[in-house]
């Protein structure tokens, strides 16, 4: 949980532009749909899923 604040305070430096939900909201996205994983098989989680469902 410290790495998700962490990551979250980087990518909102300034208070002007600081929308707090909106942020939490991309990164979700971000993490689930965009960002590989090598133990996925160089796939997003979401990709990964889907691959698992097909091959069922």
């Known amino acids: 949980m410290e790495g998700f604040w962490g990551i979250l305070n980087a990518k909102c430096t300034t ?30 989680p979401m990709m990964y899923r889907q691959f698992v469902e097909n091959a069922a």
């Open 15 to 44: 208070l002007a532009s600081f929308s707090l939900v909106a942020a939490i909201e991309q990164y979700i996205y971000f993490y689930n749909y965009e960002r590989r994983q090598r133990k996925l098989n160089k796939m997003s």
